[in-house]
């Protein structure tokens, strides 16, 4: 394949699946601008190595990694703006479950103020779908580091849900 093929492989493979990696980002950083900031750093990144991405057997998980180890690295080096946020996600559908009685809108700050770790194995898990194994695959960690984040940021959830149940009633914890 020809450089020129790859970059119209890369152009293929960006429209068709841009818009879920973009959703991935804004989940990530909480942020529109800094959602924008990540994919497309993150698919420089990719694109400077697409010859060999484009033949794995999974060139998206590989680019959802990328995203979150450049996400950390760039929080590590304090380059990125505290985070800012929002009310609701675009692109995204919730369903309500039948005894829900917590909306998305009360529940995103909480899943926003998570750590960084935690909140990317939610995201993954929850919002994207991404089964255990897929999930530790793209953080590059043991199932095992996945199974406990997600058991902590649950708890922290469940505290934080508790907290803003009691606020509602009047109760202090």
């Not at 989940?27 to 900031?37: K, N």
């Not at 929850?126 to 649950?154: F, H, N, R, W």
Request: glycine share 4%; charged share 25%.
């Amino acid at each position: 394949m020809s450089a020129e093929d790859h970059a119209v492989d890369f152009v293929e493979f960006v429209s068709a699946r841009g818009s879920a990696l973009y959703r991935l980002a804004f989940l990530l950083t909480a942020s529109t601008p800094a959602a924008e900031d990540l994919l497309q750093t993150s698919l420089e990144k990719c694109f400077a190595r697409w010859e060999k991405v484009s033949r794995m057997d999974a060139p998206e998980a590989y680019v959802r990694r990328v995203m979150v180890n450049t996400l950390v690295s760039h929080r590590r080096s304090l380059s990125w703006r505290r985070e800012v946020l929002r009310a609701e996600v675009p692109g995204l559908i919730v369903e309500p479950a039948q005894d829900a009685v917590l909306d998305h809108a009360q529940l995103w700050p909480l899943v926003c103020a998570l750590p960084e770790g935690q909140r990317a194995v939610i995201v993954l898990r929850y919002y994207e779908d991404q089964s255990p194994i897929e999930t530790a695959e793209i953080l590059g960690c043991a199932v095992g580091t996945v199974k406990s984040q997600t058991s902590d940021a649950m708890r922290a959830l469940r505290r934080g849900i508790s907290a803003m149940r009691s606020q509602e009633v009047g109760v202090e914890t």
